[in-house]
Every structure is written in C-alpha cells, then in structure tokens.
C-alpha cells in the first residue's frame, strides 16, 4: 500500500512537473516578439550570395520576415559606421572584428555578439608599402616613418602589436612612438595617401574591394604581417556578428535565421567558387577576377568557420583587452569592460548549447 501510495505520489510530482515544463517552455515561445516585416543587411559577399541563391528569403520567411534589404557601404567607407547603422537600428546586424566592436561596445554601443569567428592568421592584416618606394622593404625600415590607418580597427590594432613587438610602436596620445601615426578613417584615403608618398605605410585586409584592386595591380609590397601565435591572430582580429541588445533579446529566431543563411551561404560557395564569383561580381560592381580573390584568399573573412563554444569566445576577448592594456593601447588604458560585461557581451544563447544554437544537427536541418 505504501509503495503504491509512492508511485502515485511520484506520478503525480512528474505529471506536475512535466506539465511545468510545457509551460515553461510555451512562456518562452510566447515572449518571443512578432518578427518586424523587414529588415536590413550589410551588403557584402556572403549576403550577396545567398540573396542571389534564394537562401535569405526561404530562412527569413520561415521566421515571418517577409523583406530583406541589402545596404551597401557608403563611397567613403567610414569604418565604424557599421556600428553606428546598428546602434540606431539602420541594420539588424553588422560584422567587424573584434577589436573594434570591443571599442564600440566601450563607448557604449548596447550590442551583443550573436556570433565570433574561428581565429584569424598571418595573412589578414598585412603591412604594406608602395611597391615604388626602395627605400622600404622590412619593418625595420619604417623607424621614425609615416604611418596611416583607421585608429578603430584592424588596420591599427594589427600594425600595433606587429611594430610594439618590432621595438617600433606607433605613436599614440600618451606617448609618442617609434613610427609617426595618422587616423585615416577611409580606406581610398588611405591607399592614395600612400601611394602619393604623403604616407610610408598602412595595414589593411588584402580582400577588402580598395586594398584588393590595388594589390591585383601590383601597387603594393607587403613588409609584415601579424604573427600566428599572436594576439591578433588568435584573439583581436576575430571576426563578429552583433545585433542590438533588444534586437537579439525580443527576435532570436531571426538571428538564428541570419547565422543559417550565412552558414548555407557559406557551404555553397566553396563548392561553387567561380559561379559564386560572378553573382559577387554583380552585386558589388567589381571585376570577377577581384570578387574570386575575396572569396578564396586566406585572408577572407566572410566565409570563416565560426567559433562554437560561448566561453572559449570571451576568453579570446578578455586575452586581447588584457595584452593591449597592458602595452599601452590609448583607448583600452582609459575604457575597459569588466569580466562580467565581456560574459554579458557574448550571448551564450546562440553559441553551442544555447537555445537558439546553430552548432547542433546540422541546423536541426535549417
């Protein structure tokens, strides 16, 4: 009597329970808000790809976002204006590296990263020269020289550890250093800063439509490149994805739609590389032979394989804030985020294990 008494105490604290569960799982079901009806994407090679092959419509719609926008980058291509579209909820998501959506979300941009990638290498974020100045031809020879990049980016976070590891750091605002340093926010300006010779050297990622052209032409020399067991190629030079707080709180299926497009995207070009460069061709306007370029140099970024696990992510992140603190990076001395901001800044739930995860069953076949 007393076992039976036990087995339907037991069933009913499991039929309670189960029922508990339900709930549960329906009340997160339900606070998921209603999708907006569109939304806006950056315009870039990945995207572009799947816009072509049909792959954002068909996810996007199974979430209830009826229009995807592309947007393409200003002529000007001010960096960080990605994170500016974001903040003010021009785009739904933005992709930079690591080290600027960091600097971002220091001064208070309310975003998350919804997605990091694998690390970087030596081959994303070069030094480089005119190919006609022979006078320069290794680090070395940049002592006392003139450098221009964009300050919030890979194109200075890269140059800074390759030269403070060469005994030749830029000059910042708390101290001046070996190389003379300019803040040149567009990329264009850049290149023509060099090759006019008002500047000796820049960084800049090789796959990028300025930086390729130039390089296809036989403009450039590359001196440097960041180390393989460094901090940018393991930690700083990261790639993210990153939504609005709110955003990726009331709409995570839609974020799970964006990060399965890109990985289908993704699989396809790799198994499709010359018809994908011709769709690239297209809808950026550049030649094919350059669009061939971005898509299979190893310096690429849109097509990286992603980071699954949420705490190896904030780890590369806390590594990356920890050695540029402590070699003097004149933003990151004066605005650091804490361990538990860096925590809060990667959200677990689209990484491995988390609700909305990609990393699992090969998309729960999308």
Known sequence: MKAKAKRGLFARFASVSFTAALLSFADAALAEDAPPASINLQLQTWTAIADARGILKEEFDKVGVKKVNLIAQSSGE???????????????FAQRMIYPAFVQKANGIPAVIVWLSEPSNRYRTPIFVS??????????DLDGKKFGSSRVSCYWSAPFEILTNAGLPLDSRLKKGRVRYENIESPAVAIQALLSGEKDATAGHLAAN?????????????????ADTGVYANYGGRVSYFAHRDFAAKYPSVVRAFLISRE???????D?????????????????????????????????????????????????????????DDILVDKQLSEK????FVDGKFFAGGSHSIYSSKYSNY
Do not use: C
Request: charged fraction near 25%; proline fraction near 3%.
């Open 78 to 92: 001010l960096l960080g204006a990605e994170s500016a579209a974001v903040g003010g909820g021009t785009l739904a």
């Open 131 to 140: 190919a006609a100045n022979k006078n320069i031809n290794k680090l070395s």
């Open 210 to 226: 300025h930086f390729t052209a130039a390089w296809l032409q036989g403009k450039f020399k590359k001196i440097a490149g960041p």
């Open 264 to 270: 289908r995207a993704r699989e396809w070009t790799y």
């Open 272 to 328: 499709n590389v010359d018809e994908a460069a011709k769709i690239v061709s297209k809808a950026l306007r550049i030649p094919e032979e350059v669009a061939k370029f971005q898509i299979t140099h190893l310096g690429q970024w849109d097509f990286m394989a992603g980071e699954p696990d949420a705490e190896r992510a904030r780890h590369a992140i806390k590594e990356f804030q920890k050695w540029y603190v402590a070699n003097g």
């Open 341 to 344: 901001q860096i925590d809060d």
